[in-house]
């Protein structure tokens, strides 16, 4: 049985295991258009001839900082038995009343079990309880199984960067996908 509880500990190994990366047969093209008088954003799922794969990797720094975000309480992980399945890692933004999430996995053999459902049901639950407003997720436009499930949790699409990465994301590269759920 999974238990979901708060994340008191992490290391680069669990974060290997855990959130390794990802592949996609699809993603969404973003076509931005500028003018003086009217700018607009259009995403469009396409399908990949070749699946876009993606390896997360994680250094010192990054750990470090999680492990101080571990603090602020804000961050779950789902546990079979002692072995770590799935996390969420929450920064709150006081300034804007935001919590936002810099690392949401869940491992292949646990998905579509209600796990990630559970990870950030605990996550909002919390933020409500802190009196934030809203929970921003960013993800990449080649990301389509993240952007699904996000939306699927109840997450609205509602930013695009196209300068995020750097400065050469568009037209052809990553594109950040900004998601937010608002909190009751």
């Not at 700018?39 to 390896?55: C, I, M, N, R």
């Amino acid at each position: 049985m999974i238990e979901i509880r708060a994340l008191r500990g992490l290391s680069i190994a669990d974060l290997q295991r855990v959130a390794s990366g990802y592949a996609s047969d699809s993603k969404y093209v973003v076509r931005y258009t500028s003018t003086e008088d009217h700018v607009s954003f259009d995403l469009q799922l396409v399908s990949l001839g070749q699946p876009y794969v993606k390896q997360f990797d994680y250094d010192d720094d990054t750990l470090q900082r999680y492990e101080r975000l571990l603090n602020e309480g804000y961050s779950f992980g789902a546990y079979d038995e002692d072995l770590l399945v799935g996390l969420i890692i929450g920064e709150p933004h006081q300034w804007n009343y935001s919590l936002w999430v810099l690392e949401f996995h869940v491992v292949d053999a646990y998905r579509n079990e209600g796990v990630g459902k559970h990870l950030m049901e605990a996550v909002a639950e919390k933020a409500k309880e802190a009196g934030f407003r809203t929970i921003v997720c960013e993800t990449q436009n080649t990301n389509v199984t993240a952007i699904k499930v996000y939306r699927k949790l109840g997450f609205g699409l509602e930013g695009i960067d196209i300068s995020y990465y750097s400065n050469d994301d568009y037209p052809d590269g990553e594109i950040a996908v900004f998601m937010k759920r608002r909190l009751p």
